[in-house]
């Protein structure tokens, strides 16, 4: 918790300040002598013992300094829910994603994954399709229509390359197409360690490392200056396997069966070739979280937690109202207190 006006707690020196002009005012008061004939008439006269007759002037202290509190705007780094949150899905398409490790091969897990999450999303969420490989592009700018997403993840194809770095960037562009509050990649943002999360989220899927262009850590840095969360997922399994991709899984001109392994490495098998140490990373610097999935289930399990994950959005919270209420309350308590105790009591005894 922080406080959006500080200075406003110097109220709180009238705390003090009150409680010596009362003890002061108690020593010098004279005290009227009675002459009575009885402790117990007395006792009955008081109407409780000394203790529980501070208990009011201790309210009120206490309503004084919580009302101090309030005065200086007491704030909280708070998780809201988000209604908004627009999902960027970047799905790597080098021709790794054509090992067999994964039945029947990664690409066709992949796509069977991200139609479920498309399905999945509530009616009018907003999702939009970015595929890398050797370069990145928008496949689908953000849009509510389910049909134009599934018919774009029917018609992947593979191609050389991973371009992890360059995916991030077109990422926050296709965003920054939508959100105003999200710069461009072209527009300079200084780098804060409080920039607040945005209603906003990429999620990348990759099955290898960055081969080419940008480097995914300088891409983070972007996100992270813009509040907008990345979320990680290395996809497949450390086995051998045969590379077997159909010629409609493979990009015009890039040859009949098979491929190349992950990463720009070349060969007909493969097995794991995800930077789990930097895709950690890039989630780590966005505020984003990083998921291993080795299989199709695994795969579709993450896909499906992830709105939980995204979902809110941070934000600073007033909380003075609270502490305003807090400190009625206490003061509403003290007075009526006080004024029960000093309501007119019959002494026993009398007629």
Known sequence: ?????????????????????VWVAARRRRRAVVHVSSVGLVRSAVGGTAWRRRIPAVLLVLALVVATVAAARPRAWLAVPSNSTRILLAVDLSSSMCITDVPPNRLVAAQEAATQFIDDQPSG??????????????????????????????????????????????????????????????????????????????????????????DPLTAAEQAAARGVPVFTIGFGTEEAAPSVCDVSQLEAGSGGYGGSGGGGRPGGAGGQTIDEAVLQEVADMTQGQYFRAEDADQLQAVLA??????????????LAAWFAAAAGLLAAAGVGLALWQDRPRRIRGAP
């Open 125 to 214: 969420t907003t999702i939009g399709l970015v595929t890398f490989a050797g370069s990145a592009g928008v496949l689908v700018p953000p849009t509510t229509d389910k049909s134009v997403l599934r018919d774009a993840v029917a018609a992947f194809t593979t191609s050389r390359g991973t371009a992890i770095g360059q995916a991030i960037l077109v990422a926050l562009d296709a965003i920054a197409e939508v959100d105003p509050s999200v710069p461009p990649t072209g527009v300079a943002v200084q780098a804060a360690d409080d920039v607040p999360l945005v209603a906003d989220a990429i999620v990348l899927l990759t099955d290898g490392s960055n081969s080419q262009g940008v």
């Open 305 to 318: 937690d992830l709105p939980s994950s995204f979902a809110t959005v941070h934000k600073w919270a007033d």
């Open 1 to 21: 918790m922080s406080f959006a006006a500080p200075w406003m707690a110097l109220i709180g020196l009238v705390v003090p300040l009150l409680l010596g002009i």
